[in-house]
């Protein structure tokens, strides 16, 4: 294992109690870097997210595989533990669409709480300065007012923020700015480039809109019907894809040239994960023309170049 | 269509009608309480003192109830009793409210053996009739008031207890609550500090309608014998001890039942009107 290796992820399968929802996941994220995972919804890149902290509540259970953090099996922590680790050492911010926060209690009595199960001292100009890059005035009052009196996105953004006042190594984010608006949003993505430069955080980020990754991510992973298909630097994803679905996904991307974008024909397959054979098939291109080179392994990445790795290309 | 119409008008509830309900019958509810409490201080003769001069005497200038066949003052003894029969109901829905509670909570948040273990009892309990259940527990360890309470707390708190984890249940599977494991909060702070305030309301509506029928319980004990012990004046037990004479001396019988129903009738519409209002709100 590498030194500045934070988390490794082997061999992994997660389902929801029944089927599979991934499986076969292998990838490690170094110390300080922003990995970006891409996918359209139901390929299983939230459950690849909540199966890093896996507490009970998010229902996932891992069938196979290992999760090492910080060189320390997962796995083999108790409830116990995960729970003291959830917060301090891995960070979650969830798309909480307003839901975030008791409503009963005032935020400053819910940040209070949860920075004292961690031992940590409730300090004001601290919540100050991050709620501003936040672009959330008047700190003061939000403290003392209750969840019902603020908006969706300021109490995702005073989420995202209780999150990064606590400080984990690892922070998992699992559409943090769907719920923003494109400017706050902005405002968001910069304030989490900021805390990998200042306090060399690691972060995982699930997304669906290509742009995100663009701005801030040193790594892209793109996955489809639960395997992760391509992962790599990011402009070499983005620019050059090599996975037939990558590229697919990119010409959907819609843009300012007034064309309809390119959507991809079909649907993903609903047990992809379970399924042997090359999930992609029935949508692949590839296929189509009788080019497929992969159909006995279709799952392996293989190295297309430097730091950019793919099941197929 | 037009008679729907309207039905459903007339039944939905309007935040100022029930807040007004609430301040009469909580102002009422007080009033009674401070009335047992000062219940000494108000009390024209002693309850206790028998007289044989003044036996089964009708209402009159003295004796504003008459008397009983002992020569006792009924409406002092009225008085005397209010403190009883509220104070032990009260006392009881209030412990069998936090005990209930706290066992509802415990097994809606973890689930697993404990909770089913504990929901079996509860299935158990209620499937006797609570007040032969009582009864039974009463005549076992002999008439008491302590006895007497435990008896009925022994089927009460099931009924908080099915409440509190059915909205625990629900509840465990708000937004916040994973927020809250995900940023590391201990298990007992998010069952106290934060299930518990949000499933308070719909407990205390409940509570609140109990406080009535926990009275027509503790009073039917007492009535059978198996409450509170004579010469401790309660209406129960009152109306029992007049009963023997009901021809000779009806007010002995009717003063306490009147002072019953009037009790029980402001603690429930007082209940009502807290189950009322947790509706509204809910609803606004």
Redesign the interface.
């Known amino acids: 294992m590498k030194d500045d290796e934070i988390l490794r992820i082997e061999n992994l399968s997660v389902s929801y109690g029944k089927n599979n929802m991934i499986s076969g996941v292998n990838f490690s994220v170094k110390r300080g870097e922003i990995l970006c995972f891409l996918g359209e919804s139901g390929c299983g890149k939230s459950t690849l997210l909540k199966s890093i902290?896996n507490?009970p509540?998010?229902a996932t259970v891992i069938t196979e595989g290992n999760i090492y953090f910080q060189g320390k099996d997962i796995m083999s922590f108790s409830d116990r533990e995960i729970?003291?680790?959830?917060?301090?050492d891995i960070?979650?911010v969830?798309q909480?669409?307003g839901?975030?926060?008791?409503?009963?209690?005032t935020f400053k009595a819910q940040f209070k709480?949860?920075l004292e199960?961690?031992g940590m001292e409730y300090d004001f100009e601290q919540v100050r300065v991050i709620f501003e890059k936040m672009n959330l005035p008047d700190a003061e009052r939000i403290m003392n007012s209750r969840p019902y009196e603020m908006s969706g996105g300021m109490i995702q953004r005073i989420?995202i923020s209780?999150?990064m006042i606590?400080n984990p190594a690892l922070l998992l984010c699992d559409e943090p700015t769907s719920a923003l608006d494109v400017t706050t949003q902005k405002m968001a993505i910069e304030e989490l480039m900021k805390v990998r430069e200042e306090l060399n955080t690691t972060i995982l980020l699930v997304t669906h809109n290509p742009g995100i990754p663009a701005m801030m991510a040193d790594r892209v992973g793109v996955m489809y019907a639960g395997h992760l298909v391509e992962i790599g630097a990011t402009d070499k994803v983005l620019y050059t894809p090599a996975h037939p679905y990558t590229k697919a996904l990119i010409k959907a991307i819609p843009d300012f040239s007034f064309e309809l974008p390119k959507g991809l024909e079909g649907q993903p397959p609903i047990n992809g994960a379970e399924m042997v054979e090359c999930a992609f098939k029935e949508r692949c291109a590839v296929e189509k023309d009788g080019g497929c080179k992969y159909s006995n392994n279709p799952y392996e990445l293989k190295q297309v170049s430097e730091n950019h790795f793919a099941t197929c290309f | 269509m037009k008679g729907f119409k309207r039905r459903t008008k007339a039944k939905k509830l309007s935040y100022k009608s029930v807040k007004i309900r609430l301040i009469i019958f909580s102002a009422l509810a007080a009033a009674l309480l401070v009335i047992s409490i000062i219940a000494p201080l108000i009390e024209p003769n002693d309850p206790y003192a028998t007289n044989a001069a003044h036996m089964r005497q009708g209402p009159g200038p003295e004796f504003i109830f008459g008397t009983d066949s002992l020569g006792r003052c009924v409406y002092s003894r009225v008085l005397a009793g209010a403190f009883t029969s509220i104070f032990s109901s009260l006392f009881l829905v209030a412990v069998s409210f936090f005990g209930g509670s706290i066992i509802g909570l415990i097994c809606g948040f973890y689930g697993g053996i404990v909770d089913a273990i504990l929901m079996r009892i509860t299935d158990a309990l209620l499937a006797f009739p609570q007040m032969v259940l009582a009864i039974a527990v009463a005549g076992v360890l002999g008439g008491n008031l302590t006895n007497a309470l435990i008896a009925i707390g022994i089927t009460s708190w099931t009924l908080y207890a099915r409440l509190a984890r059915g909205q625990t249940y629900s509840m465990?599977?708000?937004?916040?609550?994973?927020?809250?494991?995900?940023?590391?909060?201990?298990?007992g702070?998010i069952m106290f500090?934060?299930i518990f305030?949000?499933i308070f309301r719909p407990l205390l509506a409940t509570a609140c309608t109990q406080i009535g029928t926990t009275m027509i319980y503790i009073s039917g004990l007492s009535f059978l014998g198996l409450g509170v012990t004579p010469p401790m004046a309660e209406w129960g037990s009152m109306i029992n001890e007049a009963r023997g004479y009901i021809q000779l001396t009806p007010w002995a019988v009717i003063a306490p039942s009147i002072a019953m129903l009037i009790t029980i009738l402001i603690f429930n519409f007082f209940g009502d009107a807290v189950r009322d209002m947790t509706e509204v709100r809910n609803e606004r």
């Open positions: 902290i507490i509540e998010l729970r003291k680790m959830a917060g301090k960070g979650m969830l909480y669409l839901g975030a926060f008791n409503p009963l209690r709480e949860a199960s961690h989420a209780l999150t606590l | 465990k599977n708000e937004t916040f609550i994973q927020a809250l494991k995900l940023n590391g909060v201990s298990n702070r500090g934060h305030p949000n």
